[in-house]
C-alpha cells in the first residue's frame, strides 16, 4: 500500500488490487476524510458510509465510458479520490477550489452535475435513452439514498425506467437515513426489506431447484415471474414494489463489504432491463464520533479529529430565532403547525417538534408536497409555516402559485439560507427567491435584518391572512434576546444623507452603514434605509430631496428589488441596483465571494464613489 493516495493511478490501480488491498484501502481512505475534512469542514458521515461501495463502483465499472451519477452529490468525496483528485482535498469548498459536488467541468468522471436530492434517476433515463437511440455500449448507473427516494420525481423516473425496460442499474444506499429521520411508507417498506433475507434465500434457492427438474425444469424457472410474486406477498406485507414497477430487484447486501457489493454488480450486469440494487450502509462508518451523531456530521464545519468538537461552534443563528420563536408563537395559539421537507433540525424546528410532535409534519424530502399540504391545512383553519431553504423551494415554485397564492391562503413560507451560502455553492445559494416569488399576486416579502426582526416578522406574519414569505440568511444573527422588537410592514429610515441613499436588504444593512461610513470620509453623505418589506414596496421612506437611490440586496440583481423599485419612483431620481450578477455563483467563502462581486462594504462605498466622481 502506499502511504499517500495522491500516489495512485485511479481509478486504474483498482482493478489490479488483491481483496486484502483493497479493504486496506478503505481504511486509508476513512483516515484520509477524517484529516482533510477536519480541515475545511463538507459533508463526512455520508461519505464515510459509501467508502466499500465506491471502491466496488469504480473497480467493477469501466468509468468514464461507464457512467455513474450520484444523487446530490455530497456523497461524492470518494468518488472524487478515486479520480484522481485526492491532491485537490486541501481546497474542498474553498474558494477557487475544489467542489464539494460532482461537477462535470471539474472531472471527465463527474457524469452529471447533482446538489439536490431525486433528480438522479431521471437524469439517468435520460442518458440511457440516448444509449440506446445511437445504438451505444455502457452502462448507466445511478446511486441514489434512502433520504432521496421519499422524492416525489425519483418515483416518477422509476415508472419511466420500468416502463422503458431500458438497461439502467439503480443502487440504492440505504443507510436507513437522510439528513433527518426519514419519513413515511416508504421509510417503513425498505424496513421491511432490510430484514427479510428470508425472501432473499427463498428466492434464489426456489429458482435453482426448479431450474434442475428433468425435462421441465428450465421452462418452469423461465416462467417463475409469477412465484416470484406468490413469494413476494407471502413473505413480504405489500410485496416488493420495485418489481411491480419493472425492475429486477437484487439485495438487499451489505454494502460496507467490498467482495459482497462486487456479486451483486456482476449480478446485475447478467441481468437485462432494469436493475434495483438494495444495499445497506452505515453512516459514519469508521469515525466513531460520527457513528454515534451522524446527523451532526453530515455537514460539518472544521473540527478537532481526536475529540469531534467544532472549532468555530454556532453562535446565535437566524435558524435558532425562528424556531425558538415559532414555540413561543405556538404556546399561545394551537393553529399554529410546522412543516419541513426532511430539514427539521437545519431549519429549527427541532425544539418545536419535539413540544409539539401532533403540530409537526416533516413530509420528507417532498417540497411540493409540503406547500400544498400547508395549503391544505391553511384551508380548514389552521395555521402553517413552511421551513425550507430557498434553493431548494425553486421545487415547489408551481404549488406557490397555484395551491397557495391564488387562494390567498394564510401559510407562512420561513426561507432558510436565503442569500449567499458560501461552500455549498451554485446549487444551494439562495440568490434567486426574491426574483421568482416578487412576481406572484397576493404574497408578501419580508426580509429581516437581524434576529430581532426576525421575532418581530414572524408575530406579523401570522397576524395577516394571505401568505407571506419571509427570507433570512444562513449563519450566525445579531440577537439580544431582551429587547422587544415590534414590526408594521414598513420600511426605515436609519440615516438622512443629501447626496444618496442606500436601500439596504434585509441582512444587507450592515454592509450599507459600513459604506455610509466610508463613504462620509470621502465627503459625500449618504443615507441609510433599512428595507425590510420587500413587497409590497414601501414607498413613505423615501426622501423629499433625495435624487439618488442605491439599493443592495443579496440576491440576483435580474428581477430583484432594486429593479422592481426602479418602476416606482418618480423620473427624477435616479436608482442604481447592487445585487448578484445574472450567473450562478460559484462557491467559496461567503466573505471572499462579497469582496469578488464588489458586494462587500468597503465595494459599495468604493462602487458609489465612482458614481460621483464619474468614474462608473
Known sequence: ??????????????????????????????????????????????????????????????????????????QSYVHKILTGRANR???????GG??????????????????????????????????????????????????????????????????????????????GMS??????????????????????????????????????????????????????????SGGVMFEELGFTYLGPIDGNDIPSVLGILEQAQNVRGPVFIHVMTKKGKGYRNAELNPNKYHGIGPFDPETGAEKFPAGVTSSKVMGETLVKLADDDDRIVAITAAMGTATGLAEFAEKYPKRYFDVGIAEAHAVTFAAGLAKSDMKPLVAIYSSFLQRAY???????????????????????????????????????????????ILSPSDGNDLKAMLSYAFSLNSPVA?????????YDENREETFNGRNVRLSSGKDVDIWAVGSMLKRAEKAKELLELRGIHAGVVSVRTIKPIDMSVISSNCRNIVTIEDGTALGGFGEKLSALVPASIKVTNFGWPDKFIEHGSCDDLYKLYKLDGESIAERISDRFEGKA
Not at 422509476?158 to 439503480?170: R, Y
Not at 429521520?181 to 416508504?186: E, L, M, T, V, Y
Open 89 to 95: 482535498f486541501d481546497t474542498l469548498r474553498q474558494t
Open 98 to 175: 475544489m467542489s464539494g459536488f460532482p461537477k462535470s467541468g471539474e472531472s471527465e468522471y463527474d457524469a452529471y452535475d447533482t446538489g439536490h436530492s431525486s433528480t438522479s434517476l431521471s437524469a439517468a433515463a435520460g442518458m440511457a435513452a440516448a444509449r440506446d437511440i445511437k445504438n451505444e455500449d455502457y452502462n448507466v448507473v445511478a446511486v441514489i439514498g434512502d433520504g432521496s427516494l421519499t422524492g416525489g420525481m425519483a418515483y416518477e423516473a422509476l415508472n419511466n425506467i420500468g416502463a422503458s425496460k431500458s438497461k439502467v442499474i439503480v443502487i440504492l444506499n440505504d443507510n
Open 470 to 478: 419571509i427570507r433570512y440568511p444562513r449563519g450566525n444573527c445579531d
Open 398 to 444: 408551481d404549488q406557490i402559485v397555484e395551491d397557495v397564492c391564488l387562494q390567498n391562503l394564510p401559510v407562512v413560507f420561513a426561507i432558510d439560507r436565503a442569500g449567499l451560502v458560501g461552500a455549498d455553492g451554485e446549487t444551494h445559494h439562495g440568490l434567486l427567491d426574491i426574483s421568482y416569488l416578487s412576481s406572484i399576486p397576493n404574497l408578501t
Open 1 to 74: 500500500m502506499k502511504r499517500n493516495l495522491a500516489e495512485y493511478n485511479f481509478p486504474e490501480d483498482l482493478k489490479n488490487m488483491s481483496g486484502e488491498e483493497l479493504e486496506l484501502l478503505s481504511y486509508a481512505i476513512r483516515d484520509f476524510l477524517v484529516d482533510k475534512i477536519s480541515l475545511t469542514g463538507g459533508h463526512l458521515a455520508s461519505n464515510l458510509g459509501v467508502v466499500e461501495l465506491t471502491i466496488a463502483l469504480h473497480r467493477f465499472y469501466d468509468c468514464p465510458k461507464d457512467k455513474i451519477i450520484w444523487d446530490v452529490g455530497h
Open 179 to 236: 439528513i433527518s429521520r426519514n419519513i413515511g411508507g416508504i421509510s417503513k417498506h425498505l424496513g421491511k426489506l432490510r430484514t427479510s433475507n428470508k425472501y432473499l434465500d427463498a428466492k434464489k434457492n426456489i429458482k435453482e431447484n426448479i431450474s434442475r427438474i428433468p425435462a421441465v425444469g428450465e421452462g418452469l424457472a423461465k416462467g417463475l415471474s409469477g412465484a416470484k410474486d406468490w413469494l413476494k406477498y407471502a413473505l413480504l
